[in-house]
């Protein structure tokens, strides 16, 4: 228990010479996000996910099976928009190699805009999420920032922090368990469940009281200050820093 509080402190507050130096307490707060999201998105918008497309392509099949309260029209933009999100992330991440901290700012940035308009969108739209197209705008928009931030996570390459896939994080949690040795890695997999509980939670008690746009201000903050860190810690340390290099560099 005394290591895994250890590690868990490690991961929380990192030491500059760290592999990952700064990046997984800025990847646990994505994964706040991506539950925060997700909630918006199964609760608000149509039982559709953004973030978990697992779900989507079960849902899809479901839908086109004749399941009641599902849309394929909505799962297949979901789908869409999250793997135009991920191209685009593949892109940026195939560009800016150097510096683990400046792909992470530029990924959250980017996001910020995206969750932004997407809060714009459901406060000011006529009709509000309830209207088909806003609906439809507001998946679009969440699809591809989550695409984008999935696709970027994959790049930073910070194991048992991917920010929106837990499948294979329980799977290591319970497995791992089991071997010699095996608290490698614990207390990032619980802390990386806890947070996207935590996100899901915060989301699933604020739309019912304050509504959908309310409940992406929380989002929308959390990318701020990632963005915002991301800057920092790039502009205070070097290309050549232990963690500011791409794995396997």
């Known amino acids: 228990m005394r290591r895994l509080l250890t590690d868990a402190a490690r991961t929380l507050g990192p030491r500059a010479t760290d592999r990952h130096g700064p990046l997984p307490p800025l990847l646990l707060t994505l994964t706040v996000v991506t539950g925060l999201v997700d909630a918006v998105s199964y609760l608000g918008l149509g039982h559709v996910f953004v973030a978990n497309m697992t779900g989507n ?5 479901f839908a086109l099976a004749g399941t009641p309260g599902l849309s394929a029209p909505a799962a297949l933009v979901s789908l ?3 793997l135009t999100g991920a191209f ?3 892109r ?6 150097a510096h683990r901290g400046r792909l992470l700012a530029v990924a959250a940035g980017t996001q910020t805009a995206l ?3 997407a809060t714009a969108v459901s406060a000011l739209a006529p009709g509000g999420p309830a209207a088909t197209e806003v609906r439809y705008a507001l998946i679009v928009l969440l699809g591809l920032s ?3 931030q ?3 996570v994959r790049r930073l390459g910070v194991p048992d922090l991917t920010t929106t896939v837990l499948t294979l994080t329980l799977t290591g949690l319970a497995a791992d368990s089991a071997a010699p040795g095996g608290t ?3 207390a990032r997999r619980v802390l990386s469940v806890l947070a996207m509980s935590l996100g899901a939670l915060t989301g699933a008690w604020l739309l019912p009281r304050h509504g959908l746009s309310a409940t992406l201000g929380p989002a929308l903050a959390l990318l701020a200050v990632t963005t915002v860190a991301a800057v920092a810690t790039h502009r205070l340390s070097s290309d050549d820093a232990v963690w500011a290099r791409p794995p396997g560099s």
Do not use: E, Y
């Open 57 to 61: 392509v079960v849902f899809l099949g």
């Open 80 to 82: 869409g928009s999250f």
């Open 88 to 90: 685009a992330g593949g």
């Open 92 to 97: 940026v991440g195939a560009q800016r190699p």
């Open 115 to 117: 969750v932004a308009a």
């Open 146 to 148: 989550m695409g984008l």
């Open 150 to 152: 999935n696709a970027v």
């Open 184 to 186: 490698d890695g614990t």
